[in-house]
T-cell receptor, first 111, second 114 residues
Framework: NAGVTQTPKFQVLKTGQSMTLQCAQDMNHEYMSWYRQDPGMGLRLIHYSVGAGITDQGEVPNGYNVSRSTTEDFPLRLLSAAPSQTSVYFC??????????FGPGTRLTVT | GNSVTQMEGPVTLSEEAFLTINCTYTATGYPSLFWYVQYPGEGLQLLLKATKADDKGSNKGFEATYRKETTSFHLEKGSVQVSDSAVYFCALIHSGAGSYQLTFGKGTKLSVIP
């Protein structure tokens, strides 16, 4: 099993550009989520999904969109990037929500 | 709402020293508690967990006991190694309405020197 994979590993965007961060898992987990990690802030939940076709907002959803068309994939979209979205983004998945498995992260810089 | 407070770092220890990283939480009801570890350049890995009061989670020589009376989940290890250098996050899950949102502390960076 590859576990949770994320692409790209690094990305630089200009303000106003859009992009999609990819996340995939091969463990047939129903629950998937996106977090951002900022210095001194720990990790904060952006969006989560409890199954295909079902998504909901977390603590810091503004500026981000998600969709879940398959169990395996949970992409995170930035429609118009802003410098405040410079962060490290982690995707996670779990079978019943408790033991969450994290991907290696995407380091995003918005200039 | 839910919150997790853990001791600020960085913490620097000599190899074979005793480690304690304090963690306290605020939550209604009975959350599950976790310690995650993040090695440099990597994602988070679950280190240990406890799902009810007085449970002790343990893994790789690390231990933490769920203390409901003091709302604490302190991480301990009797003899740290250089390979334990990492950032440690305390976290809780309080499931409600089908969501399993992890609430994290801000992390404690541990450096172990030979």
């Amino acid at each position: 099993n590859a576990g949770v994979t994320q692409t790209p590993k690094f990305q630089v965007l200009k303000t106003g550009q859009s992009m999609t961060l990819q996340c995939a898992q091969d463990m047939n987990h129903e629950y998937m989520s996106w977090y951002r990690q900022d210095p001194g802030m720990g990790l904060r939940l952006i969006h989560y999904s409890v199954g295909a076709g079902i998504t909901d907002q977390g603590e810091v959803p503004n500026g981000y969109n998600v969709s879940r068309s398959t169990t395996e994939d949970f992409p995170l979209r930035l429609l118009s990037a802003a410098p405040s979205q410079t962060s490290v983004y982690f995707c996670a998945s779990s079978f019943q929500g408790y033991e969450q498995y994290f991907g290696p992260g995407t380091r995003l810089t918005v200039t | 709402g839910n919150s997790v407070t853990q001791m600020e770092g960085p913490v620097t220890l000599s190899e074979e020293a005793f480690l304690t990283i304090n963690c306290t939480y605020t939550a209604t009801g009975y959350p599950s508690l976790f310690w995650y570890v993040q090695y440099p350049g990597e994602g988070l890995q679950l280190l240990l967990k406890a799902t009810k009061a007085d449970d002790k989670g343990s893994n790789k020589g690390f231990e933490a006991t769920y203390r409901k009376e003091t709302t604490s989940f302190h991480l301990e290890k009797g003899s740290v190694q250089v390979s334990d250098s990492a950032v440690y996050f305390c976290a809780l899950i309080h499931s409600g309405a089908g969501s399993y949102q992890l609430t994290f502390g801000k992390g404690t960076k541990l450096s172990v020197i030979p």
